[in-house]
């Protein structure tokens, strides 16, 4: 099946530059000293990642993210022209945002920020707001600097959908973003009873939450009060974690634009996020609508 949807995706944020270190375990928390550990270095964060799964899903879509003047920005634009991505990228005075992050065998993930992007950007409010309208769909991501744009988003009146990541269900970070979307996703990684954030969120208004929780799969709520259950693909060797809930995102977003069901829309979302943990790259590099149908 291809995509028979026509609709368009804006992702507002997030792109950075990483430096990813392999590691059997995550270090203790001694002085130690670590030999030869595997490096690479690639583009990453959350616009990149869900940019990057739907442009290969056949789901038209921009991304509006800043970059710094540097070696870092020049080589996050050219990686994503280069895989088909369209990009609205502004300039971040303080350079591009670079993260370290470190990986176990077992797909967990330590997240060192060696640089931020800014909370306040000049940015180009005409050609977002052309992005915007052109738009059917925005996807905000939590980005300190999309804060900022919120108000532009919110008078588009267009479904928004957020992804809070590893939400604790009371940060305040986090509040604009909730408030500003319809669509949630997050992952359960910081909540001991998820279920009871999820029909917290619920309770604001929305439409859909969608909780992750890695291995054990995902959960859905629907503003019907309905409850729907995802198991993990299994038997996937891990290489890469990276990317992998920004593919789920994606793969659900996908079954959701072409009219699938609950249920159909998280398996997607599982296969899209389970095939993107046996890739070193943010996204599959085999991924297609027909892999998710197959």
Not at 28 to 55: C, D, M
Not at 236 to 257: K, M, P
């Amino acid at each position: 099946m291809k995509n028979t949807s026509t609709s368009k995706v804006a992702i507002i944020g997030g792109t950075t530059f990483d430096h990813i270190v392999y590691l059997p375990s995550l270090p203790a928390p001694v002085p130690q000293t670590i030999h030869q550990a595997p490096f690479r270095e690639a583009v990453g964060s959350t616009g990149s990642g869900k940019a990057l799964a739907l442009t290969k899903l056949g789901v038209p879509n921009t991304l509006y993210s800043v970059v710094g003047d540097d070696s870092y920005g020049r080589q996050i634009s050219e990686y994503l022209h280069a895989q088909g991505v369209t990009a609205l990228l502004d300039k971040d005075p303080a350079g591009t945002e670079r993260h370290i992050n470190i990986m176990d065998a077992s797909g967990g993930r330590t997240s060192i920020f060696v640089t931020q992007s800014s909370e306040i950007i000049a940015h180009n409010i005409p050609a977002i707001k052309e992005q915007l309208g052109q738009a059917d769909v925005i996807v905000l991501n939590i980005i300190g600097y999309c804060r900022h744009l919120i108000p532009m988003v919110s008078e588009q009146d267009k479904p928004v959908w957020t992804d809070l990541h590893d939400y604790d269900g009371t940060n305040i970070y986090h509040q604009d973003f909730i408030n500003a979307a319809q669509f949630i996703h997050l992952s359960s990684d910081n909540l001991p009873d998820y279920r009871a954030t999820m029909q917290s969120l619920m309770a604001r208004g929305k439409e859909l939450v969608i909780c992750t929780h890695g291995k054990a799969g995902a959960t859905l709520l629907t503003r019907q009060g309905d409850w729907y259950e995802q198991a993990a693909l299994e038997g996937l060797l891990i290489e890469d974690s990276n990317g992998a809930g920004d593919c789920f995102f994606s793969g659900f977003l996908y079954g959701y634009l072409n009219g699938k069901s609950h249920q159909e829309c998280l398996r997607y979302g599982a296969i899209c996020g389970g095939y993107a943990v046996t890739s070193p790259s943010l996204v599959y590099e085999g991924l297609s609508p027909e892999l998710l149908t197959g």
